[in-house]
């Protein structure tokens, strides 16, 4: 690479003595010593890398004396700008300047002291001892270079100094300098990442820093000399190189040093000469280290925000890398530590990817940026981060750490309608999943809802997946799909999972929800798959029970007499034995079942054998080992009954009061509305009812 001009001059060992000194001066007079190699310059490698002679060496003991004994001021000085560094620093220029003539000017001495200090420390005028320490060396090369560049020029070689010289003097062998290293494409690159960083171009930095093979040839250039030239054990080299190259980062666009930039910039050169993207649990580890390394260059005021489109891109991969990991525990089996008894669940790869990009969403979140249009600053990556972190954690099923991301976002968030479409789309979806698993299906629907509609028609595969939940939640809130829904292109298929649940709730059979819902049931694996079956149990449960009594009163209710101020009533028997013979039946394979009145079948054909409907069908496989006792269904009694229309009542689905002496249920308000609508009110209204449309998460304005 090639390095940027330097006010500091070449640097070669001083004598220890003027006598020596003066042996020097002789010694080139006579033509002993190549002049060339002590004409101001370019540093070269050999140069850079020598060191001052002991005697020259200031020892950190001698720093420390040199801090804690006053300055001696006899004289008055010209020269404010070296007056203004601390005491003990001026007392440590002066002891350097001593070591060899000729003396230098204190305002020369001042900025030397400035040119090495910046390394080590923002604060050249109030340095810390460990930042002197580590500028020491370099502080004393740097002096003793400088007086070497200025004898150089006061004793200029005659124009007949080649003639004087040795012959092996223009021999470039005979000076043992150290080989140049050339890394041209590192070069350009980091010309590019600085340009970049000067443009505060942080979407075209994103671009730049590549992770995912197969790499463009230039890449790959990239990468070999960074094999050949930068190895593990080399990084300090590679530190020195990216702060040369990278001033915006290490002195920072606005005073504030970005040091934590040339960290994510080693680290990903590291990340490119050590990935074997056949060991994935190493690159996991990798990549874990490169996003966290990430998050810390974006705790910057200024300059983090650059980073965060990097944070964004790193993080999507790291979540397919650790989701893919969790799906084939076979490869990481030999590595994960297992986990004893009383331990609890070990973490998994997931949640620890998840729990580092949480990190980043922290720092988004807590960006005091308020704007009234659009969110700026770190802000912009919010739901981009906090999505991410949502789909590991639905992947696994670990919903505890999306309850986290959601509360904090409800919390500190802007309005989600700032954000763009497919953000707002993404968030809410599993929004929508995350109340639905939590069984509240209304804020599920909400959320839901709005996701499908915002969706694009042409985002067919996204539109199907929120409509699965959709549907999910609109049935166990027994709001029915319609046939114009199922027509579209994204619900392909679904009519068939959904239609057998919705037809056996709007008629109140039960026998044919149980089959609908059985776990043998050809469709029961799909509902498992998208985890949606156990809710849609619970929920429906209520509604067929509703469905069955409505159906019961239908047929054997007392109507009531309005003249009579008489109202209509159900009696608790007539539903139990409804019930009973319902229950018992959908024991029965289907193929088995008798008919029920009116209905016609193979079996119902002279001389066929009808079931006995409360007899429990047992496999033939199991036969032996199942207790007879246990043939029998167990038996509803009055009491369940009872109770179970007590539950009705109290959440809205039916409407009236039950009358535990007589044994009967009477319903309210049938004079002004009729027996049915005013004594089963429609579930879906009467979920509206209770409920509000504020959706946790869902922040609004």
Request: charged share 25%.
């Amino acid at each position: 690479m090639s390095q940027s001009p330097s006010p500091l001059r070449d640097l070669e060992s001083w004598p220890e003595t003027e006598s020596e000194a003066s042996a020097v001066e002789t010694a080139e007079g006579a033509g002993e010593i190549d002049r060339d190699a002590m004409t101001p310059g370019p540093p070269s490698p050999s140069r850079a890398t020598s060191s001052p002679s002991p005697a020259n060496r200031v020892s950190a003991l001698e720093m420390l004396e040199m801090a804690a004994a006053p300055l001696e001021t006899s004289q008055t000085s010209n020269h404010p700008a070296f007056d203004r560094l601390p005491p003990f620093v001026q007392e440590l220029l002066n002891v350097l300047d001593r070591s060899g003539p000729p003396k230098l000017d204190k305002d020369l001495l001042h900025d030397l002291y400035l040119h090495v200090i910046s390394e080590s420390t923002s604060d050249p005028y109030s340095p810390s001892a460990n930042a002197l320490e580590r500028a020491r060396d370099p502080l004393s090369s740097a002096v003793v270079n400088e007086k070497t560049s200025l004898r150089a020029q006061e004793n200029p070689l005659p124009d007949s100094r080649t003639e004087n010289a040795p012959t092996d003097a223009a021999d470039p062998k005979s000076e043992p300098l150290m080989p140049t290293i050339s890394t041209p494409s590192l070069d350009q690159f980091l010309q590019e990442i600085s340009a970049l960083l000067r443009e505060r171009n942080g979407v075209k930095i994103a671009s730049y820093l590549l992770i995912e093979p197969p790499y463009p040839a230039a890449y790959e250039a990239l990468i070999g000399e960074i094999k050949q030239h930068y190895a593990k054990d080399n990084a300090h080299a590679l530190e020195n190189k990216l702060k040369a190259a990278l001033p915006e980062a290490r002195d920072g666009l606005d005073g504030s040093p970005w040091t934590a930039f040339i960290t994510v910039m080693i680290t990903y050169f590291g990340f490119l000469r050590d990935v074997d993207i056949e060991s994935l649990l190493h690159t996991y580890r990798l990549l874990s280290n490169l996003v966290s390394k990430c998050n810390s260059a974006l705790k910057h005021t200024s300059m983090g925000v650059l980073i965060l489109p990097t944070v964004i891109a790193y993080s999507r991969v790291f979540a397919r890398l650790a989701t893919g990991l969790e799906k084939q525990p076979e490869l990481i089996a030999h590595e994960q530590p297992r986990t004893t008894e009383g331990e609890g669940a070990r973490e998994t790869l997931p949640e620890k990817a998840a729990n580092v990009m949480r990190q980043a969403l922290v720092l988004c979140l807590k960006d005091k940026s308020r704007a009234i249009n659009k969110p700026e600053g770190k802000q912009t990556g919010i739901y981009a981060i906090a999505n991410i972190c949502l789909k590991i954690l639905f992947n696994c099923h670990k919903i505890k750490g999306a309850e986290t991301i959601i509360a904090s976002i409800q919390e500190n968030s802007p309005p989600l309608e700032l954000f763009p479409a497919s953000e707002r789309v993404t968030y809410l979806y599993y929004v929508g999943r995350y109340w639905y698993i939590r069984r509240e299906p209304y804020p599920g629907l909400l959320a839901l809802e709005t996701a499908y509609r915002q969706c694009r028609a042409v985002d067919i595969k996204h539109r199907r997946l929120i409509l699965i939940f959709l549907i999910a939640s609109s049935v166990c809130l027994g709001r029915f799909p319609s046939q114009q829904l199922y027509n579209r292109p994204e619900a392909e298929g679904l009519a068939e999972k959904f239609q057998p649940i919705c037809q056996a709730i709007a008629k109140g059979d039960l026998t044919a929800y149980r089959q609908a819902i059985d776990y043998d049931n050809p469709n029961t694996a799909w509902f498992m798959h998208y985890r949606i079956f156990l809710q849609l149990r619970t929920f429906c449960e209520l509604l067929i029970q509703r469905s069955l009594i409505r159906k019961t009163f239908l047929l054997c209710g007392d109507p009531g007499d309005a003249e009579a101020r008489k109202a209509p009533t159900l009696n608790f028997t007539d539903v139990l034995t409804v019930m009973r013979f319902l229950e018992s039946r959908a024991l029965v394979p289907k193929e088995q079942q008798a008919p029920l009145l009116g209905q016609r079948t193979t079996s119902s054909v002279p001389g066929s054998q009808i079931p006995d409907p409360l007899k429990i069908f047992v496999h033939p496989e199991f036969a032996d080992i199942v207790d007879p006792e246990d043939r029998k269904p167990r038996e509803i009694t009055g009491f369940e009954i009872e109770s179970t229309m007590s539950g009705l009542i109290a959440q809205g689905f039916l409407n009236g009061f039950l009358s535990h002496r007589q044994q009967k249920f009477a319903i309210q308000g049938a004079v002004k509305k009729g027996a049915l609508e005013a004594g089963f009110p429609t579930p879906w209204e009467a979920f509206c009812a209770r409920m509000d449309d504020d959706v946790p998460g869902w922040v609004k304005k």
